[in-house]
């Protein structure tokens, strides 16, 4: 079955470092999107990426945060300049036309420290 | 502010019995709605969706939307142990803080 692929699947930084989290969505997916999830806290949308531009994104998602598809397959999520707060984990997902088909990552789990 | 809440639970309900969680939302607007059940440690799954107002049937699970309520709730028939998780619901985009669900045998 298909799926999508992040890595990595834990990432320690120092606080102030730029991190970068990658996801391969499913091939034939064309919406792509990032979530976050604070340890015993709800998921929370971050941003939505079609037809190679930002469709949707949270007051949450502010100049520290980028996304790029630089290439066919990856979808990277970059954090410019880490904060302690920034701890959690972020679930990449993609989905086709068919709503059925939204698959989420298994997720990258990342420590500010 | 969009709000969807949920009752965090948890939720105990005895294997065979049927499971119901319940979603209340703020934004009239988006009328797109889902629910998802991610077990402990993992990412989130998508069980249903439901865009219109009644039920929607697939296999156990039912979803109920009732727009004039701003209510989605989802029915878990015959309930196995396996259905043990934190069920999520959302609102587009917009996530509840989902309800715990435990399956006694």
């Known amino acids: 079955e298909p799926e999508v692929t992040q890595t990595p699947s834990h990432q320690v930084t120092q606080m102030g470092q730029e991190v970068i989290l990658r996801c391969v969505p499913i091939s034939n997916h064309l919406y792509f999107y990032w979530y976050r999830q604070i340890l015993g806290q709800k998921v929370e949308f971050l941003v939505s990426f079609y037809n190679n531009e930002i469709s949707e994104k949270s007051e949450i998602f502010d100049d520290q945060f980028s996304v790029e598809r630089p290439d066919g397959s990856n979808f990277t999520l970059k954090i410019r300049s880490t904060k302690l707060e920034d701890s959690a984990m972020y679930f990449c997902?993609?989905?086709?036309?068919?709503?059925?088909?939204?698959?989420f990552g298994s997720g990258t789990r990342l420590t500010v420290v | 502010q969009k709000e969807v809440e949920q009752n965090s639970g948890p939720l105990s309900v005895p294997e065979g019995a049927i499971a119901s969680l319940n979603c209340t939302y703020s934004d009239r607007v988006s009328q797109s709605f889902f629910w998802y059940r991610q077990y402990s440690g993992k990412s989130p799954e998508l069980i249903m969706s439901i865009y219109s107002n009644g039920d929607k049937e697939d296999g156990r699970f039912t979803a109920q939307l009732n727009k004039a309520s701003q209510y989605v709730s989802l029915l878990i028939r015959d309930s196995q142990p396996s259905d043990s998780a934190t069920y999520l619901c959302?609102?587009?985009?917009?996530f509840g803080q989902g309800t715990r669900l435990t399956i006694n045998p």
């Open positions: 959302a609102q587009k985009l917009v």
């Open positions: 997902a993609s989905s086709g036309l068919v709503i059925t088909s939204y698959t």
